[in-house]
């Protein structure tokens, strides 16, 4: 019970069957369900989701922020993303105007660090990015690491680089609400 054998072949068909791990070989004609044998089986991989839990495909927003683009870290920070298996659907590099920011953070405006946040997130080039991926939201999140980098614990992308809670390095969305919002700002013809 909960695993998934994909079959990989060379002519890259991909095939799936929900048979037990125990139970797998190459599959054949019926247990395929493509009506013909397959000789050319590659290799294959194996996921295993656990029962009653199923992949959630999610967006999230992901701002690279100035700090980071001034560093030289956005090759750093993407590879991590990349290499934990999320997909750039979206990237862009761009300077933001108060508006961008004031609508981005609207729930931020009101605090008395959001002049500072303002005045760095607008002075100087971002890279804005689209990840995609299984549970993507809470898995950036997760990589992130704390809002304040000094508390942020080691592995994650703000407790390696950074030492600082308002030049974070970066920031993604926090829920889907979010990321739907977000992603209609940052990049309406994905909507
Ligand atoms: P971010 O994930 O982009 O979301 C809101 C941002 O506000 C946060 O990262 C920090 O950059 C910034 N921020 C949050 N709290 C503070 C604070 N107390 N002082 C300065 N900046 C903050």
Redesign the pocket.
Known sequence: MGYNVVWALRDSEICTSPLPVKRMRPPRDRSAGTGRIHTSVAMYVITHSPPGVAAVSERSLV?I?PDAVRRGLVGEILSRYERKGLTIVALQRRVIDSALSDAH?AE?VD?P?YP??RE?ITGGPLVALVLEGDQAIDVVRQM?GA??SRAASPGTIRGDLSMS????L???S?SPDSAKRELALWFPELS
């Not at 809670?165 to 974070?168: D, F, G, H, L, P």
């Open positions: 701002l922020k953070y931020h605090k660090f500072g946040l760095f992130n809002t304040d809670k308002s030049e974070n970066v920031h993604a926090d």
